[in-house]
């Protein structure tokens, strides 16, 4: 009798390098798709960042740097100011809003694990880098910073001019 070869079929050898094949393929589609929900939640976060900055833009940008009506310029808020008194850039000077808060002084709840962080700083004419005592200069430097956990997502900074 004569031996048969086989005409059809894969040898155990042939399947296992297929199943093995794959496998890398699958493996590799799984790490990849962690990858993108990482980064799809790095860019939510950011965007979530940017936003909460542009709320306190907004709210600040209307707004006088000093004291309106007020011969004397006194930095930051006044004794016993609330949020609903702001009347002023320099009454934000130190503020922290957690949860953030919106243009119009609403605290968005939705965002609890953000924070924004105000600082308002006079800087020299001459050199906007350069920090200067309250008062000695026309022109301030207004910085938000915004938190997610305690753990800083983004910054941004601008300038007004008290005059």
Known sequence: MRNK???TGFSLIEVLFAVLLVGLAIASLVAVNGAFTKANGAGTDLSTT???IGQIRE???LLPVVDPGSAVWTFGPEVGETLA???DLDDFDGANFSPPISSERIPLNEFSAFTQ??????VSASNFEQVVGDTTSPFVRVTVKV????REISSTSWLRARY
């Open 5 to 7: 070869k086989y005409k």
């Open 50 to 52: 940017e936003f909460l």
């Open 59 to 61: 709210l600040t940008m």
């Open 85 to 87: 008194g702001y009347d």
């Open 117 to 122: 962080q105000i600082t308002v700083e006079n």
């Open 147 to 150: 938190y997610l956990n305690s």
